[in-house]
């Protein structure tokens, strides 16, 4: 295992944890950053153990692991996000980085790109669930405030139940998927009692900001940065995955296929594993141009 340092940064309504790991085998590229959301670093150890040549950066967004909210408690933006990671590569040298960014974390870098395009050389957006650009979006946005008001009423078990089936359906999202009965959260091992609190940073602090987020696709499309948007292999007709492809079709770029799922850069100690070796040789072969 890499070793890493420890760090924090006071940004505006939070203390940031962010973690740097030195390059084994330097190769003179530039740093890189892996981030998701609301993953936070720990979820990119595995990818970070493959690619010894590169410095990395992996942090925890605002409400997430060690980064605590020092503001108003709630939802927090993209908007936030994007200007947290500004400030964190600004820390660490200005750049610019390269950036690898998954689903909510992609939609946060694609937002940090239209802001400050200086700042990413290259930046390879894994599935960001760009809800807004779906053809079925108006379902879909209801689905997902069906899965809030869920949260809200019952709490984490029956939300995350409902966010489980809606993440992995393939194809459109039915209009009427808001009304249907929840599933039981107990299929997925999940609680089924509510516990009181409503600060999940899924369900309680990113999910309508994050799904709900307008792109600025002229910014993007007028980016210096290099954009490059990634879809699994195994995702095909997912919520995340026909996100990307929209995103993709508006900036104008292709997408390009990453092997396995959602979490393909996940190893066995976290959550359902992916390919992070077949996941690491794709991912420094697209930064490489």
């Known amino acids: 295992m890499r070793d890493f340092k420890t760090h924090t940064l006071d940004v505006p309504g ?22 998701g959301s609301p993953m936070g670093a720990e979820g990119f150890a595995a990818l970070a153990e493959r690619l010894p040549e590169r410095t990395i950066v992996t942090y ?19 908007e936030q996000h994007a200007d947290d990671l500004h400030r964190i590569i600004d820390a660490i040298g200005g750049g610019p980085v390269d950036l690898f960014a998954s689903s909510g974390g992609a939609v946060n870098a694609l937002e940090l790109v239209a802001r400050h395009p200086g700042q990413v050389r290259t930046l390879v957006a894994h599935e960001p669930p760009a809800v807004q650009v779906l053809p079925d979006r108006e379902a879909a946005l209801a689905a997902i405030k069906g899965i809030s008001r869920t949260y809200e009423r019952q709490g984490f078990g029956p939300a995350m139940a409902q966010f489980i089936t809606i993440v992995g359906l393939k194809g459109e999202i039915p209009a009427d998927f808001a009304d249907q009965p929840a599933p039981d959260p ?19 602090q990113n999910l309508i900001s994050c799904t709900h987020h307008e792109h600025d ?3 993007l499309r007028a980016a210096s940065t290099r954009i490059v948007i ?11 995955y026909r996100g990307g492809i929209g995103v993709a079709e508006r900036i104008g770029v292709e997408p390009v296929t990453f092997p396995s799922n959602h979490g393909g850069f996940l190893d066995d100690t976290f959550g359902m594993p992916g390919d992070p070796d077949g996941f690491a040789v794709k991912l420094r072969e697209v930064l490489a141009g």
């Open 60 to 78: 925890d967004p605002r409400g997430v692991g060690e980064s605590r909210k020092t503001g108003e408690p709630g939802t927090s933006t993209p």
């Open 186 to 204: 107990a299929m997925f091992g999940l609680p089924a009692e509510d516990d009181g609190s409503r600060d999940d940073a899924l369900v309680g």
């Open 14 to 35: 939070a203390v940031l944890h962010y973690e740097v790991r030195d390059a084994v085998e330097p190769s003179g590229e530039p740093v890189l950053l892996l981030v």
């Open 217 to 219: 696709f002229a910014a």
């Open 230 to 240: 990634a879809v699994g292999a195994e995702s095909e007709g997912e919520m995340a």
